[in-house]
């Protein structure tokens, strides 16, 4: 049976390198290209699932939990993120990734599930392996150096079957601020950080796992991350268009697969964090910049979000704000959002065109990493 899995997830992991190389899903190619399921795909699914399509969980160990496995089972959920204690090593990492994948999943939801984690380098990483250096680093370092540790990242990550990294980091690094202070950010200047980190991510795509550039409208400034305070980014609109965007455009224009939305106010468009106000997810990254990919919240159990209300009032919030994907890092947490949307779903309360428009969105990414042909499940 493990062997059987390990067989099928490698096919399925060939396919997708072969037809992303090939230019099925690379950066440069529009998303929309090539072999996609059927327009009416997410118009079939149940009211659960539509929702499930917006779910992405994580878990404590290197074992699957039952409850997890139960919500795959039914489509409830649509993606995994792993952390440092999923993946104890490179064999137990294939066992649990495997596991997940050889779920079996209901119709038209039998594509490969999204398993992701933040491969970034420096000291944001989860796997051992590439990328050996920081993106500070490869900024500096150039283009075609950034290019090939994102060749190398997405081998690293390919081999144990995670198919979406959350990286690279978007965002101006600023002195003084805490991206700057830890080497995430691949340079001071909006032309540095996009000349470095959209070749890393189009190496990514190209190796078959899809790219996510981070935090939208851009965390360069913030003095401490999200995870552990509120921050407040007290930037004019024109600069936040004029500098902290300009990377995002730049990964944008090059059909960057996903944008993280970040969970720090901007109070030049919002009183809410960036990943709760429409004004941003939709109105920013949507409409001003045309953003046609899947967006994602940044994590929904930090610092920043319990102050906003906890994930289940800020998972009400993204879906309300325009985001595709809400990020949960506890099944429990997970569930609880699940079950608020969908009775709102069901009510009305929550329009059903909206969760198809997402669902499409995120059945499209899920299908181009299958290699256009289906997997998983």
């Known amino acids: 049976m493990a062997a059987a899995t390990a067989k099928r997830r490698r096919r399925v992991a060939a396919a997708a390198v072969c037809g992303l190389a090939a230019g099925a899903f690379a950066l440069g190619v529009t998303l929309g290209d090539g072999a996609e399921p059927a327009p009416s795909a997410a118009s079939r699914l149940t009211a659960s699932q539509l929702v499930g399509q917006r779910i992405v969980l994580g878990f404590s160990s290197a074992r699957l939990p039952a409850s997890v496995a139960r919500m795959i089972r039914a489509g409830r959920v649509t993606g995994v993120v792993l952390f440092s204690q ?31 984690t933040d491969q970034e380098g420096g000291l944001v990483k989860r796997l051992a392996g590439a990328p050996g250096v920081s993106a500070r680093q490869m900024g500096e370092r150039g283009a075609a150096f950034s290019r090939e540790q994102g060749s190398r990242t997405a081998r690293n990550l390919a081999d144990v079957g995670v198919n979406v990294d959350l990286a690279p980091v978007l965002d101006v690094a600023r002195p003084g601020g805490t991206i700057a202070a830890t080497d995430r950010g691949f340079g001071s200047t909006a032309g540095r950080v996009a000349a470095a980190a959209v070749p890393f991510a189009a190496s990514l795509q190209a190796g078959g796992v899809a790219a996510t550039g981070k935090h939208f409208p851009g965390l360069g400034s913030a003095r401490l991350n999200t995870d552990d305070a509120v921050q407040r980014i007290p930037l004019s609109k024109r600069t936040l268009r004029r500098v902290d965007e300009a990377p995002y455009r730049s990964f944008i224009a090059e059909s960057g697969a996903m944008v993280m939305l970040s969970t720090a106010i901007y109070p030049a468009f919002s009183a809410k964090p960036a990943a709760f106000a429409r004004s941003i997810a939709t109105g ?94």
């Not at 104890?88 to 992701?116: K, T």
């Not at 919240?297 to 906003?308: H, I, K, W």
């Not at 429990?332 to 669902?359: D, I, K, M």
Request: aromatic share 4%.
């Open 284 to 377: 920013e990254l949507r409409s001003r910049l045309g953003f046609e990919g899947v967006s994602i919240t940044d994590a929904l159990g930090t610092v920043a979000v319990r102050s906003f209300g906890g994930p289940v009032r800020s998972g009400l919030a993204a879906v309300r704000a325009g985001v595709d994907l809400l990020l949960f890092t506890e099944p429990g947490e997970a569930a609880r959002a699940q079950r608020a949307l969908l009775l709102r779903l069901r009510s009305g309360a929550l329009p059903r065109a909206a969760f198809e428009e997402a669902a499409g969105r995120v059945l499209r990414l899920r299908h181009r990493l299958a290699g256009g042909g289906g997997g998983g499940g």
């Open 86 to 116: 999923n993946l104890p090593s490179r064999a137990a990492g294939r066992r649990l990734i495997d596991r997940l994948q050889a779920i079996r999943r209901p119709a038209g939801l039998r594509d490969p599930l999204l398993v992701m």
